[in-house]
């Protein structure tokens, strides 16, 4: 292979075409255009419904005319085609989401435009001072209070899901006798099923009281209940999914270490769970993106005004998380200040993604370093 | 019943609204293949069709009336739309007209054979069905924000905007802009008496001075004993930023609409407020009288000399139109080109059951808000256009 970088790239492209050619030519053309038709008009529709046409209705019959005409002639060629759409569409749709999310945010990130070393940046000044007011003057749009109680939430949610979820998980897996097992997994999966409201209703009606009495707080929001609270929500995420990559480990591996006269403690301890690491981290940190973006138990446990509690590690305040923010503000804000609620939404995506990346990079990592389990 | 043929009027319209759409979407295909490429002819000829649905009245049934917005309007709005879907007969008794055994409110105003639906709208021109459960026209409220109710009725989703606070408020748009746009329909009042936690009232904390309380919601009072309490901190309960019970107490309380607070928590709901002024045994909140309840009571304001007191029998009271926390509940209607008085037939027919005396005693003091006098439910009429 001594071809120089641009043949390669010359030849890869013609081998495509040639690819292309041959496909082009083995196939029926009939079957060609159908589904040319079909994609065609599909694209057409999404044309026409970025640009909120009437005429949007029309090319969408004929995608689904075109469609279902072909999958009766030529089901293998068209199945191709729409499910290659249909995943085109997922990822559309997110870049719709994230570029409206970015575009609504705009007038926050001018109004808190703030200079430094003679640069002005445009949604510094959200990261700069503390002061979030949108009605009295001076009027400021700061995240830090919101990121803060995020943060504040998301960290005690962890300390209860992480513990909790991979002992669940250790003990359903590897230690539970069967009966035992088809009792709890199931019950853990209802766990998950249980709305956010009922919890956060729980939480406004019994903890906040109680925490308020217990505890001789002016009022009962504390970031430690509604963190604890977070937590037991994300509990059966981390456990299922945690317990997904324990039982996945091979068994031959724990029966390597069991022959050389290991416990069946020592077995977990020193082969199971390093092996099965990358897969209980990734449980861990679908529970952390699942309490950042926990938020009906948060906007009804939470006092609701913008304060960083001080000293900064002090749980027993509650004041606000970026997505309580949101939702107890968004019926009666307009302007800048509705624009301020995107600017959180922006956060949040942005945290969200660096969390999903993270994962991804500690999986790719652990399974390098094992050599491929899984 | 009532919700029943609600959906079932509903249903007529959404389909007459498909036939509609369907034949012009079937003319606009007939005129794109006969002359490929005259686009502009087709979407004229879509929003004629809209306008003609939504507009007609008279000979078939015309389009359900909707609204949304402030929870606070809610109860007065879903209780007249109910009545209005029930299109009860007049020899029902309870609901509507008067027989044997009762009569509705302000009857012998009205005295009619016709059912309550067919009664009001017949005044504005729309042929009475006759038929219990079937109105001339369905009404739907829907139950959201005030700010919410605004934008939904300025980008014309609702028919009517219920809100709490005033439209400039909540849309941040000049008066000038309001009149050009709008008309306000006052329905009713609303008092925002400031109540305390039981424990608080029981220790002797009655009665407060404005000031006093401008103090307590601006964090100079932080703890009863200052006000003749117990030794307690004070828990203030302040409502969603920005909201329209918030603008309205900041304007009427803390002399500006921008005013600054200090408050303890803020909670979106009425409900809520009454929830946690059941729960702690310090707070101070303010919210709807119509969420008065066990736990809480409401204490007597001192403004300037005059105790407005929560007993309907005091000299002053808290239900006057003169106490200060009291503000009035919109129901706003959007002034466009159909509408250059800004307020239809349809909606009209509506909203002047409200303003009946009948309308203000069933739909406003049952749901515990206060009447509007004499005086003001001649204004608002003279909004509405001439009935037929």
Redesign the interface.
Known sequence: MSLTPQTDWRASIERRLTRTQEFVDDTDPEALAVVLVSMGSLLAAFVGFLLAS??T??PLGAFLIATGYGWARHQALVARAVTFAMTTVTLVTLGLIVAFIFAESIPAFQYETATVFGVSVPGLGMFTQARW?????P?RYSLLPMIHGTVMVTTIATLVAAPLGVAAALFIAEIAPPQVRELVKPGIEILAGIPSIVYGFIG??VI??WA?GAFDL????TYLFVGMVVGLMALPTVVSVAEDALTSVPDVMKDGSLALGATDWQSMTSITLPAAFSGVSAAVLLGVGRAIGETMAAT?ML???PRISEPLVNVFYGYETLTSLIA??Y?????V?ESALFAAGVVLFVTVLCLSIGSQYIEARMRRRLGGVE | MSRDSGRQADAVSRRKYLLTSAAVGAAGLAGCSGNSGDGSDGSDGGSEGEEGNTMESGSSAPATVTAEGSSTVYPISNKGSSYWNSNSPASDGEYWGSNDESSVAGWDQIDTDQNIADYFASLYGFEATGERSNPPFATRVALSHSGTGCEAVRDGLVDIGNSSGPITAELDISEEERDENYVDHVVGRDGQPVFVSQAIYDAGVEQLTGEQIRGIYQGDITNWSEVGGPDQEIYVVGRAEGSGTDTSFRLNMLGDADAPMDVDTRLGQNQQVQQVLQDNDNAIGYMALAFSGSGIQAIAIDFEGTVYRPDPDAENTIFDSEYPLNRDLHMYTRINEETPEGTDMREAAFLNMFLTEFGQKTFVEDVNYITLPTSDIEAEREKLPEQA
């Open positions: 009437p005429w209705a029309v007011d949108a009605v009295s003057e009027v406004f009606t906040n009281p308020s002016n009022g009962g929001s009804v006092a609701g005004i107890r503000g019926g009666s804000a307009n302007g200040h």
